[in-house]
């Protein structure tokens, strides 16, 4: 009755991350008996898959909705039907959980699941803003919302392996795009370490070096700078 007080009442139409990667409409039908009653694309589907919606509205708030598929029945070849329990509702504050810290650092993403490019793949990306919860990075491709991703990087002189789940990608300068993620699984002495080193940042850092956007703007400055110089000298070719 919670989840249905925060999603207004069926038919409705909610978009969900999941688990396994990626996101999608999901239309709940109705509720009986405890279930809700929803139809969603039946590759993505499989029992006792844990699903994520993010609402937020005027009146009632910001808040985080857990389903887990009960059971998945076929409907047709592209939907099926679905029996969901609600596993969770949380009120998702304003403010940020964990404090940020502004960085600029090179990194390796390896794809997990992504919905333009095969597993495996690789990009080279920049790192704009940490905390022990969620990370920013800038990249030439454009991601999308519940792809999955694996960051390599070394932070605080400790290599570091951090996955996450974009979580939303915008516009960034000079044609490249900014991906805002939630960490789904690191270790916790490196948890420790981004969260001292965020904690530091919170309190001793610079005003510009706040603001995750600037901080983009300016790595990317220099990497266009650094890269006019290693032509001109013929460093891009090898020489």
Not at 28 to 52: N, Q
Not at 53 to 71: I, L, N, T
Not at 95 to 122: I, N
């Amino acid at each position: 009755m919670l989840a249905l007080g925060v999603l207004s009442e069926p038919p409705l139409s909610v978009d969900v991350l999941s688990e396994d990667g990626g996101s999608f409409p999901m239309h709940i039908s109705e509720c009986t008996d405890g279930l809700l009653h929803a139809h969603a694309p039946r590759a993505a589907m499989r029992k006792d898959l844990l699903l994520l919606a993010r609402v937020s509205d005027p009146a009632r708030g910001r808040y985080e909705v857990e389903f887990v598929v009960d059971e998945a029945f076929f409907h047709s070849t592209s939907e099926a039907l679905v029996h969901l329990r609600v596993s969770a509702v949380r009120h998702r504050k304003a403010r940020r959980a964990a404090p940020r810290a502004a960085v600029s650092e090179t990194a390796l993403a390896r794809v997990r699941f992504c919905r333009s490019m095969p597993r495996g793949s690789e990009l080279d990306v920049r790192l704009v803003d940490l905390s022990s919860t969620g990370l920013a990075f800038v990249t030439q491709r454009e991601l999308d919302p519940g792809d999955l991703i694996t960051i390599e990087v070394l932070l605080v002189g400790r290599p570091m392996t951090i996955e996450a789940r974009v979580v939303r990608t915008d516009p960034a300068p000079y044609g490249r795009y900014r991906a805002g993620c939630e960490i789904t699984e690191i270790s916790d002495g490196d948890r420790t370490a981004i969260s001292k080193l965020a904690e530091n940042h919170a309190t001793d850092g610079e005003i510009e070096h706040r603001n995750p956007d600037e901080v983009a703007m300016r790595a990317e400055v220099r990497a266009n700078r650094n890269n006019g110089v290693a032509d001109r000298l013929g460093l891009a070719s090898g020489q």
